[in-house]
């Protein structure tokens, strides 16, 4: 899953950074207003966390923008800011959560998976299809009862169409969920990751859609 981190101080943007990504998440680490607007526009997402006093503006006012622009991404504001006041402000902005500084990250993290799990309409932790179990936290992935052990990016390309259900996702998508800021992947790179899922989960797994990219399929 692609993490949008928003926040201009270096130090605590590249230790959250590492953090996510020491757990599976691929990030996109801008720090400001401008460069947030651009990442969301040209990258997909799954969350953002947005830091509130920025250089160059106020994160809320970003906030704000997102959603009367109807982006329905989900965000956690993460910032020094405590008082009731300013929490109360930042949700009816229209934040998921509010996290203040400091911190722990592994509080952080298990607010993630709590809102991707909210904001793909599920209630449990565990994700269930077919003869497939996952459960994100644990960064473990089960077939047929028997745990699968997958390289890092083909166990995120199946967490995103797993959390996705019967969606659709195109190429782009995909490789925006796999790849953070600063690394490019290979041409066939996604083809490839694909194939190898299919051999270990069946063949019927990952299915293509023609002209427009890849969805879930049976794991029978």
């Given at each position: 899953?692609?993490i949008?981190?928003?926040?201009?101080?270096?130090?605590?943007?590249?230790?959250?950074?590492?953090?996510?990504?020491?757990?599976d998440f691929?990030?996109?680490?801008?720090t400001?207003?401008?460069?947030?607007?651009?990442?969301?526009?040209?990258?997909?997402?799954?969350?953002?966390v947005?830091?509130?006093?920025?250089?160059?503006?106020?994160?809320m006012?970003l906030?704000?923008?997102w959603?009367?622009e109807?982006?329905?991404?989900?965000?956690?504001?993460l910032?020094?800011?405590?008082?009731?006041?300013?929490?109360?402000?930042?949700l009816?902005?229209?934040?998921?959560d509010?996290?203040?500084?400091p911190?722990?990250?592994?509080?952080?993290?298990?607010?993630i998976?709590?809102?991707?799990?909210?904001?793909?309409?599920r209630?449990?932790?565990?994700?269930?299809?077919?003869?497939?179990?996952?459960e994100?936290?644990?960064?473990?992935?089960?077939?047929?009862?028997?745990?699968?052990?997958l390289p890092?990016?083909?166990?995120?390309?199946?967490?995103?169409?797993?959390?996705?259900?019967?969606?659709?996702l195109?190429?782009?998508?995909?490789?925006d969920?796999?790849?953070?800021?600063?690394e490019?992947?290979?041409?066939?790179?996604?083809n490839?990751?694909?194939?190898?899922?299919?051999?270990?989960?069946?063949?019927?797994?990952?299915?293509?859609?023609?002209?427009?990219?890849?969805r879930?399929?049976?794991?029978e």
């Amino acid at each position: 899953m692609h993490i949008l981190l928003v926040e201009d101080d270096q130090q605590v943007a590249n230790a959250i950074r590492r953090g996510l990504e020491l757990h599976d998440f691929a990030v996109d680490q801008v720090t400001g207003l401008a460069q947030a607007r651009a990442a969301l526009q040209h990258f997909s997402s799954d969350l953002v966390v947005l830091d509130l006093g920025l250089r160059d503006g106020n994160g809320m006012t970003l906030l704000a923008q997102w959603r009367a622009e109807q982006q329905q991404i989900p965000v956690i504001i993460l910032t020094a800011r405590d008082a009731l006041a300013d929490r109360v402000a930042g949700l009816q902005a229209g934040a998921d959560d509010y996290v203040t500084k400091p911190f722990e990250l592994d509080e952080l993290i298990a607010r993630i998976h709590a809102l991707l799990r909210r904001s793909s309409g599920r209630a449990s932790p565990m994700i269930r299809h077919g003869a497939l179990e996952f459960e994100p936290g644990l960064r473990e992935l089960r077939y047929h009862g028997e745990v699968v052990c997958l390289p890092r990016r083909e166990l995120l390309l199946m967490e995103k169409f797993l959390y996705a259900g019967r969606r659709v996702l195109s190429a782009d998508q995909l490789n925006d969920s796999l790849y953070g800021y600063g690394e490019e992947p290979d041409s066939n790179a996604l083809n490839v990751h694909i194939y190898h899922l299919r051999k270990k989960l069946g063949k019927n797994v990952i299915e293509t859609i023609r002209g427009l990219g890849f969805r879930l399929g049976k794991a029978e």
